[in-house]
């Protein structure tokens, strides 16, 4: 059974909600860290920067770790906001 366009906006909704509670978690995160807080990077893409910058290792590993199931899971977040791929389409 298809699934209705009041389902299906609600799971994008509850989607986009989980997606700002990770950015304000990254804001929060920034500010223990005493580092300058982007509002559009979540905890994810951060700490693969953090890895590339050679900061620390430790977030991504264990970001990865929890989401097992998403191979490479901080890499993806950072090349999607590199790329701009969170933005609706027309805006990419």
Known sequence: MPLSSTTLML??????????????????VSCAFGEKA???????????????DGVRDWP?????ALLFWQQEHCRSAYESEVGGLQLPEQER
């Open 38 to 52: 982007w509002p559009d990077e979540t905890l994810s893409a951060h700490a693969w920067r953090w890895h590339l």
């Open 60 to 64: 991504y590993r264990l970001i990865d």
């Open 11 to 28: 799971r994008h909704n509850c989607h986009q909600l989980a997606i700002a509670l990770d950015q304000l978690g990254n804001v929060l």
